[in-house]
């Protein structure tokens, strides 16, 4: 069912939720008529296979009393001489209805459609000359590296054959994956061994409030031994010297930089913050957890342009303004490096998008943020809040949503 975004940089979380069984026969009452259905929930994989389908009603004064039945969507799914018949793909509602009295079945038709996914979907190569795989996969979980069409955004960065990536040159590219019809980008980026690096002792920790932790910075090919460190929010953690104090719960990132524009970020978790977890019986969801590290790229050339962390998230789903349900989504992210020749006080436009694929594989909604210029510390919160993800009769189809990482050019 998923449908996997070729504009899809970095692959987050998966939480594969089941499609809402949209409700239960209703309890019988003395004096009172209900519906009861043979089946609450069917699967079609044959469209040539009806699946049998009955109804009782319970209570009727008349005899052999016949229920009307409804589809909540006729091109999924119909009632016909006791069965329901396949009409397309995706999943709706079958009802059947008598003097006020209901009974729901979900019907759910599975696209034969392979997904497509990658084992990795960010790589660093630490030379020119190494390589590393990237698994293609498919809905079956079959390796299918050797069928896919694998392509890159600049050869003289890396090239990939048979899902083996190979560093060519410094820089940074995009590895695309192509299978039936589907695509997924991996992103690559090849180091140069002599350029100025930075790297923490560590890049999650969770601190009490009032207490402190000292980080230590490696520096590598350096002439300058300055470090500057910043905080993403200092309500929640204060840095000065390494020295890293919690002043207040939440999460913020501490980002070091050096006077030659190396930087590395660690995810300080203040007051015993945990990661939310999140359940639904209506989507499918990809959510960037906090910690993430997420690349934006040119989709022209291919090249990295910055690098964010994440640093918050939540999302809910709730009645709305008589409208069965609404998404609501926040992502925060923290820019950690800009790459550009102006080192660490430089700049960069950051956009997000965000993508809602129905039952069927198609895009119904989708949202982009176009946001003015970030730098390294700097720290921006995505609001999403005009995603309707139910339908008219107060049941709920299975949605996916992925998360996009775009960059203007």
Partial sequence: MKKISILLVALSLLLTLCLNSCGTPPDNKDGEESVILSRRSITISDFNTPEPLTATV??????????????????????????????????CVIR??????????????????????????????????????????????????SSVIWSTSNEKVAVCQNGIITARGYGSCIITAFYKGLGVDCAVEVTDPDAPALSL???????????????????????????????????????????????GGGVCAIIAISDEGATDACIIRAGGYIDPSYTSDMLRLQMPKIGKVMRFVNRINGQTVSKVIVTGCSLSAEPYNGDPYLLFIKLKFTCVKI???????????????????????EMCQGQTFINGEMAVGDTMEFVFDDFGIGLSDGTCREFEVIFEEITES
């Fill in 96 to 145: 059947a209805e008598y003097n006020g009295a209901t009974a729901a079945c979900t019907v759910v038709v599975p696209s034969p459609n392979p997904e497509l996914s990658l084992s990795v979907t960010s790589v660093t190569l630490a030379d020119i000359g190494e390589t590393t795989i990237a698994t293609a996969l498919d809905s079956s979980g079959f390796n299918v590296s």
């Fill in 58 to 91: 319970v209570g009727a004064k008349e005899e052999n009393p016949l229920p009307t039945w409804k589809t909540s969507d006729d091109k999924v799914a119909i009632y016909e001489n006791g069965h329901v018949v396949a009409t397309g793909y995706g999943a």
């Fill in 339 to 361: 790459y550009d020749a102006a080192g660490p006080n430089a700049t960069s436009m950051i956009s997000f998008g965000v993508e809602m694929y129905d039952d069927v594989n």
């Fill in 201 to 247: 002792s560590v890049r999650d920790i969770e601190i009490p409030v009032g207490t402190t932790y000292h980080l230590s910075a490696t520096l590598k090919n350096h002439t300058s031994q300055n470090i500057e460190w910043r905080s993403s929010d200092e309500s929640i953690a204060v840095c000065e010297n390494g020295t890293v104090t919690a002043v």
